[in-house]
């Protein structure tokens, strides 16, 4: 039997699981992809965990937790990137 990653234990759970991988990991993105996404994410029971997971993790791909990159991005650094000089 295969060992379960103790991070991702949710996962089994989610409501994507059924789901065509090219609905949250497509080539080319598009709105009306990702609001089929989003609503799929909608209605999991593991929304909460999977977001932290991939905000905690910086998933650098996908719909994850009903956000996309870019939402991510802006909730993981709500001020923008900072560069270290910045201010000096
Ligand atoms: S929140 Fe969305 S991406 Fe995460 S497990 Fe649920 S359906 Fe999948």
Known sequence: MRGVIPEIAWAPRGACRDSDPDLFFPLTSSAEQEERAKGVCAGCQVLADCREY?????????????????????AR????WQHATAGR
């Open 54 to 74: 991939a905000l905690r993790t910086g998933e650098p791909d996908g719909i994850w937790g009903g956000l996309t990159v870019e939402e991510r991005r802006r």
């Open 77 to 80: 650094f709500p001020g923008g």
